[in-house]
């Protein structure tokens, strides 16, 4: 069935999530409004909240997820918020029914409607089970595996924060699959973990999609140390995984063709290099966490430009900073004018990891984009440096940004 345009979709949307029978909205996918959104997902549900009937909303971003709780009477306002912004997939249950609604790129609205039956669903308290990709105390073989969690699902105090960091990092992944529209491909997602070192990550990104989401997935992680690709075939084998393997090799040295890169804390220019793999494979999405920053750390001078930083550059401790920061800013930069919409997000806090800096890229954006190339080179003749980044993209890259 097709509807007419925004009004009447507002109108139904409005009616549906505000009357007696409520029970939950997502709204996700490609956005058809006019301003970008600085959501990915958003979700609206009934909470009893002290005793009263409230509507939570919950705003999924890149970086973290917010909740906030208004009375029916206060919903109307963050509710027209949403729907401005123009998600193109709307689900929404009721007690009595469930509907989908679609909105194409010509603007058309397609709706989806089904009768459900049953008893109505009770409110759901506020202070409701944190939302953890892996839960603490639910028995997980691979957590209890990899030495992170008891065989009752019990966190070690002294894996607490390698087990927040994976839990981190899936919600990230869980994200951005959303978001590169990953999801139904009809096959396996292929994803290659470049310098995958002891592949916590690894093994939980296989574990959570296959096993958690029912996503078929196959990934390949890949380190140049053979005795952290031993240990980790090793643990694949423990916990008997379909289609995750590992190979010794220097990253960009395999043939492969990914949907998803990940580069988790690849040292130095080891992420340049994942970040040059996943654009040459055309990967529909990458997600890296640098680590160390060595190579432009050792090209920053306080001469021409940035004379001025003198005082910034002449301390050890804030050049390496400085210097990790103009690192990945290139790196982002890089990948916006490849054609990747980017962003660098607070993946996880300081206090589990002092690398807890993600770039993420979606494959999509247009290719050399002249404010992107401008940045970039701005960025150069004012620090006076040539990013590794540069050189591993190659010759189509440099004269991408070099030729005015």
Known sequence: MEIDGPESLNQLVTTAVLGAGFRRATFAGVTRGNTASPWVRVVVRPVELRGERCLQFSYFDAKKDTTRNFLPTEATTPLSEVLAVGFS??????????????TT?????????????GAPVELEPHNRVKDVPLPEG???????????ATADGKVRPTMRAKF????????????ALDAAELRDLGRPVEILDCGCGSSYLTLAAHHYLNNVLAIPAHVLGVDVNEEVIRKSAERSERIAANGL?????RIGGIDVKPDIVLALHACDTATDDAIAQA?????KMLLSVPCCHHALNRELRADGPTEVLRPLLRHGILRERTADLVTDAFRALALR???????VVEFVSTEHTARNLMIRAIRGASVGEAVHVSEYREMKRFWGVTPYIETALGEPFTKMVNVV
Request: overall charge positive.
């Open 89 to 102: 997939g709307i689900h929404i249950a009721t007690d009595a029914e469930e509907l989908d609604l679609r």
């Open 105 to 117: 790129k010509k603007g058309k609205v397609l709706v989806g409607w089904r009768a459900v039956s």
């Open 138 to 148: 639910r028995a997980d073989r691979l957590l209890e595996v990899m030495g992170i």
């Open 164 to 175: 927040t960091q994976i839990n981190e990092f899936l919600k990230q992944l869980r994200h």
């Open 245 to 249: 393997s590992f190979a010794c090799g």
């Open 279 to 283: 654009i040459r494979g055309e990967a």
């Open 337 to 343: 004018i490849v054609g990747y919409r980017t962003d």
